[in-house]
Nanobody
Framework: HVQLVESGGGSVQPGGSLRLSCRHSQYIDRPTCMAWFRQAPGTEREGVAAIDRDGQIVYADSVKGRFTVSRDNANNTVNLMMNSLLPEDTAIYYC????????????????WGQGTQVTVS
């Protein structure tokens, strides 16, 4: 059973930075798409970024140039560095993992973490 545990959320002023981390319970040096999603109150969950085992990366347009996703297969972690944060980035951020390449990364049979709150105000 895959478990994903996020850490690093918190509160920050606009323009500030936060780094989220997600630890995967299993060895992820295999074709696995690791992604970050977020959900603000009253909105649908949206994809933020995704990275596959070979380092292919995709970002939502709203975070390009501000967020950076990375993964460390040796330590079973994926990170999201968030810079130049805006109030509209406020949401619960979820780590997710699914087998295979990212491809249609906004959809698929993901396993989910419990989420971590990010507040920008």
């Amino acid at each position: 059973h895959v478990q994903l545990v996020e850490s690093g959320g918190g509160s920050v002023q606009p323009g500030g930075s936060l780094r989220l981390s997600c630890r995967h319970s299993q060895y992820i040096d295999r074709p696995t798409c690791m992604a970050w999603f977020r959900q603000a109150p009253g909105t649908e969950r949206e994809g933020v970024a995704a990275i596959d085992r070979d380092g292919q990366i995709v970002y939502a347009d709203s975070v390009k140039g501000r967020f950076t996703v990375s993964r460390d297969n040796a330590n079973n972690t994926v990170n999201l560095m968030m810079n130049s944060l805006l109030p509209e980035d406020t949401a619960i951020y979820y780590c997710a993992a699914k087998a295979g390449a990212c491809g249609n990364w906004r959809n698929g049979a993901y396993n989910w973490g419990q989420g971590t709150q990010v507040t920008v105000s």
